[in-house]
């Protein structure tokens, strides 16, 4: 008998954007830590893999102003997940941190640190960051192209693991004549000189019991996904739908092959959201009404604007698209969101086409096309689909994203979870002391935990 594939679960905090619904009752401060630990002890009782924190560099911006339902505070991301390994015990802790503005060797080191303080349950998710708004944030001003940011992001990967390679198991010695101390021979000293970067010394921290975090990558094109192939272990992506998730996971899994590695070292997790309804009608109109909730009349115009690149305020939501054309030629109107509208005019063309066929306001027509993948079902409906995906190699599993924080995450718990361990394909409980990559199932969890400490 074959055994089924394994889901994977991760549970991404909802944050800063506006497709966390404030307005929810129940929805609570972004940055107080009370939120982040309800979130994590939840996912915890959910058995999920890992929990999962985004990074903003900077607060976004449109005419010049902060707008109000998309961003509230960027705490750092380091110091939660810090502090979340001490009110946990067994759930992956995993952390956004770009490569294009920090240092190797600090970053290095504070992943490292994260490992131990979390008894092996720390995960880097590798982005580049977006453009030239965030890199002002910086000292070193300016900012690298695309592809210049993908190859400084592999060396940096690789520079990275030579640090927490550098010292070997059993580099730590207890000596009952001197107490504890380094043996030297076992510590390399790392001597890397590359096109991004010169680290020469001895990386301070001894080897995490992870030997390296789990690294996550996110980024989506070519260069992304080669990025993934030669160095992730999981990949978050966005292809959420059906069709789009299998063609996905059979490109970076061919690509896997290219490099040398097998197709199980790598997990793909697309993000999904999920409505859950007693039936499927009333899921759907759950559904409904969040989208409604995301996609409030000010949101509906900043969208519109962010294609349009002029101020759309006078318009009515419940009217027609504008009758204006794009201004193509003016500055970006918006800073620090990547839209990904290449043309502009002809967007706004298909726009106008399905508004009239479908007899769409602005707020309806940007409920629609706003929309991203995700489940809307009964909890049982839920739980087939996703199983669905992973046995019919779709993915690995989801990154699975609530619409409140720090609560939307307890209905999944309470009521899909037991689903999907009745199905068989999710676990009921942890195996005592694992790391990460051990939970995750990933063959390189037997490097795991050969320890420094005599
Ligand atoms: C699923 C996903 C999640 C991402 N999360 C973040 C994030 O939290 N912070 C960030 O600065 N960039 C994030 N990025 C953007 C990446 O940093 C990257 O700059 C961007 O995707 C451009 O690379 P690409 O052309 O390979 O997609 C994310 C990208 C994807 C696809």
Same mark, same amino acid.
């Given at each position: 008998?074959?055994?089924?594939?394994?889901?994977?679960?991760?549970?991404? @905090?909802?944050?800063?954007?506006?497709?966390?619904?404030?307005?929810?009752?129940?929805?609570?401060?972004?940055?107080?830590? *009370? *939120?982040?630990?309800?979130?994590?002890?939840?996912?915890?009782?959910?058995?999920?893999?890992?929990?999962?924190?985004?990074?903003?560099?900077?607060?976004?911006?449109?005419?010049?102003?902060?707008?109000?339902?998309?961003?509230?505070?960027?705490?750092?991301?380091?110091?939660?997940?810090?502090?979340?390994?001490?009110?946990?015990? +067994?759930?992956?802790?995993?952390?956004?941190?770009?490569?294009?503005?920090?240092?190797?060797?600090?970053?290095?080191?504070?992943?490292?640190?994260?490992? +131990?303080?979390?008894?092996?349950?720390?995960?880097?998710?590798?982005?580049?960051?977006?453009?030239?708004?965030?890199?002002?944030?910086?000292?070193?001003?300016?900012?690298?192209?695309?592809?210049?940011?993908?190859?400084?992001?592999?060396?940096?990967?690789?520079?990275?693991?030579?640090?927490?390679?550098?010292?070997?198991?059993?580099?730590?010695?207890?000596?009952?004549?001197?107490?504890?101390?380094?043996?030297?021979?076992?510590?390399?000293?790392?001597?890397?000189?590359?096109?991004?970067?010169?680290?020469?010394?001895?990386?301070?921290?001894?080897?995490?019991?992870?030997?390296?975090?789990?690294?996550?990558?996110?980024?989506?094109?070519?260069?992304?996904?080669? @990025?993934?192939?030669?160095?992730?272990?999981?990949?978050?992506?966005?292809?959420?739908?059906?069709?789009?998730?299998?063609?996905?996971?059979?490109?970076?899994?061919?690509?896997?092959?290219?490099?040398?590695?097998?197709?199980?070292?790598?997990?793909? @997790?697309?993000?999904?959201?999920?409505?859950?309804?007693?039936?499927?009608?009333?899921?759907?109109?759950?559904?409904?009404?969040?989208?409604?909730?995301?996609?409030?009349?000010?949101?509906?115009?900043?969208?519109?604007?962010?294609?349009?690149?002029?101020?759309?305020?006078?318009?009515?939501?419940?009217?027609?698209?504008? $009758?204006?054309?794009?201004?193509?030629?003016?500055?970006?109107?918006?800073?620090?969101?990547?839209?990904?509208?290449?043309?502009?005019?002809?967007?706004?063309?298909?726009?106008?086409?399905?508004?009239?066929?479908? +007899?769409?306001?602005?707020?309806?027509?940007?409920?629609?096309?706003?929309?991203?993948?995700?489940?809307?079902?009964?909890?049982?409906?839920?739980?087939?689909?996703?199983?669905?995906?992973?046995?019919?190699?779709? *993915?690995?599993?989801?990154?699975?994203?609530?619409?409140?924080?720090?609560?939307?995450? $307890?209905?999944?718990?309470?009521?899909?979870?037991?689903?999907?361990?009745?199905?068989?394909?999710?676990? *009921?409980?942890?195996?005592?002391?694992?790391?990460?990559?051990?939970? @995750?199932?990933?063959?390189?969890?037997?490097?795991?935990?050969?320890?420094?400490?005599?």
């Amino acid at each position: 008998m074959t055994s089924k594939r394994q889901v994977h679960l991760a549970a991404h @905090l909802p944050g800063v954007n506006n497709t966390t619904v404030w307005s929810d009752e129940r929805a609570e401060s972004q940055i107080a830590f *009370s *939120s982040f630990e309800h979130f994590a002890r939840n996912a915890e009782r959910g058995c999920f893999d890992f929990l999962f924190l985004a990074e903003g560099l900077r607060l976004r911006e449109q005419k010049g102003r902060i707008h109000d339902l998309d961003v509230v505070g960027r705490p750092n991301t380091l110091a939660i997940l810090a502090a979340l390994a001490g009110v946990t015990d +067994h759930i992956g802790l995993v952390g956004t941190l770009q490569t294009t503005f920090n240092e190797p060797l600090e970053l290095a080191k504070q992943l490292a640190t994260l490992d +131990h303080l979390s008894d092996g349950r720390a995960g880097w998710n590798v982005v580049t960051s977006s453009d030239a708004f965030h890199g002002a944030n910086f000292r070193r001003g300016g900012f690298l192209d695309h592809a210049d940011r993908y190859t400084r992001a592999a060396e940096f990967v690789e520079l990275a693991r030579e640090l927490w390679d550098s010292w070997d198991p059993g580099a730590v010695v207890a000596d009952a004549s001197v107490g504890r101390f380094a043996d030297r021979s076992r510590i390399r000293d790392v001597d890397h000189h590359g096109p991004q970067f010169d680290v020469a010394g001895t990386f301070p921290v001894p080897r995490s019991p992870q030997r390296h975090p789990v690294v996550v990558q996110a980024g989506d094109s070519d260069e992304g996904r080669d @990025l993934a192939a030669r160095h992730a272990e999981v990949v978050f992506s966005l292809h959420t739908e059906f069709d789009d998730a299998r063609t996905f996971y059979t490109d970076v899994t061919d690509r896997l092959e290219r490099v040398g590695r097998s197709k199980d070292e790598l997990l793909v @997790l697309p993000g999904a959201t999920f409505t859950i309804g007693d039936t499927q009608a009333d899921a759907k109109e759950r559904s409904r009404a969040i989208r409604r909730a995301q996609v409030s009349p000010a949101t509906a115009i900043a969208f519109l604007e962010q294609v349009w690149n002029r101020d759309l305020s006078s318009y009515d939501v419940d009217g027609p698209l504008p $009758d204006v054309e794009p201004d193509v030629d003016a500055d970006a109107i918006t800073r620090g969101r990547v839209r990904h509208a290449k043309d502009p005019r002809a967007l706004v063309r298909s726009w106008r086409d399905r508004a009239a066929a479908e +007899h769409l306001t602005i707020r309806q027509l940007v409920i629609e096309v706003s929309t991203r993948g995700g489940f809307v079902g009964t909890p049982s409906s839920i739980a087939a689909e996703i199983d669905r995906y992973v046995q019919e190699r779709a *993915s690995d599993g989801f990154v699975v994203v609530p619409h409140t924080n720090p609560y939307g995450l $307890d209905d999944f718990v309470d009521r899909v979870v037991p689903l999907l361990q009745e199905r068989g394909v999710y676990r *009921s409980s942890y195996d005592e002391g694992a790391t990460l990559r051990r939970t @995750l199932g990933l063959p390189g969890h037997v490097l795991d935990r050969q320890r420094v400490t005599a």
